[in-house]
């Protein structure tokens, strides 16, 4: 489903503060797969992310959607096969409209419908949805989004990228701005609509437990490079200690990052 081919970012790249970020790095990931993805600050997850929606042209290399060479395409054109979450919860929706206007929009994208207003069916359909997020929600179409706490906003991001249908959800970090109650009620959602409509998920989080407990294959990054990838019954087995241990094998160091460490404890 996405294949990435020797690929580079470099920022800067000729001056003297050129940056290389992501190093010649090589990633395959099959349809259905989810992907934990580690790493300390500044590792490059994020940048991996924006490489593989195309917010970002890669320095060299290539990445491949579903067999196709996308290298070249502008973020919009990957956008219809590919959902992207973020730790922010107000960057996923439009604080000023209501969440029947928010989820509108998401249709549209995902061209469940030719859009044209609101009806009555379609606003039957979104209550529907509405309620199977069980926070009450449906009652509140109407309302504009500001109003709604983080984590309800989230849960509402991670239903209207379901909506749109994609076969790829990118999740940055997207319950790390919650309070734990909220964090494992949106980590649920987010589990069910993995599995309700088989995205091929990566997840990228700063919590090591979550990286081990959730997915089927675990990928850390290092300054740009993907130092570990475990999968299948050695995923099973993964402890924090044992991660961190081979963490210190591969760079000869011990894993240093606070807000890692802690949020492992
Ligand atoms: N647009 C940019 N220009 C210059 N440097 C950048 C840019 N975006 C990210 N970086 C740098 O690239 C490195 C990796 O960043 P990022 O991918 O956000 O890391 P992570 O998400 O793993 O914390 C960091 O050192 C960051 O400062
Ligand atoms: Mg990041």
Redesign the pocket.
């Known amino acids: 489903m996405i294949s990435l081919q020797n690929l580079t970012c470099t920022?800067?790249a000729g001056t003297p503060n050129a940056?290389t970020?992501?190093r010649d790095l090589n990633l395959t990931v099959d349809a259905g797969e989810f992907v934990t993805i580690i790493?300390?600050?500044?590792?490059?997850?994020?940048?991996?992310?924006?490489l593989i929606s195309g917010n970002?042209l890669p320095t060299s290399g290539r990445v491949f959607i579903d067999g196709e060479d996308v290298t070249a395409h502008p973020e919009y054109k990957r956008a219809r096969t590919m959902g992207r979450i973020f730790q922010d919860p107000l960057a996923g929706t439009a604080s000023n409209m209501t969440l029947e206007d928010n989820m509108m929009i998401t249709c549209k994208k995902g061209f469940k419908w030719p859009v044209i207003s609101l009806n009555r069916k379609m606003r039957a359909y979104f209550c529907e949805q509405l309620v199977n997020l069980k926070m009450g929600l449906e009652s509140r179409m109407k309302e504009n989004i500001s109003t709604l706490s983080g984590g309800q906003r989230q849960a509402l991001t991670l239903l209207m990228m379901v909506l749109s249908n994609p076969a790829i959800a990118l999740l940055?970090?997207h319950t790390a701005a919650l309070d734990p109650r909220n964090a494992a009620i949106v980590m649920d959602l987010t589990t069910r609509f993995i599995t309700e409509h088989r995205l091929t998920t990566l997840m990228?989080t700063h919590n090591m437990n979550h990286a081990i407990a959730y997915g089927s294959r675990l990928l850390m990054?290092d300054a740009?490079e993907i130092i570990i990838d475990v999968s299948g019954a050695d995923k099973a087995r993964l402890t924090v200690p044992k991660l961190l241990e081979m963490f210190s094998t591969v760079r000869r160091k011990a894993f240093e990052n606070d807000e890692v460490l802690l949020a492992a404890g």
């Open positions: 920022f800067h940056k970020v992501i790493g300390s600050n500044g590792a490059g997850k994020t940048t991996l992310f924006n970002l940055d970090e990228i990054m740009g």
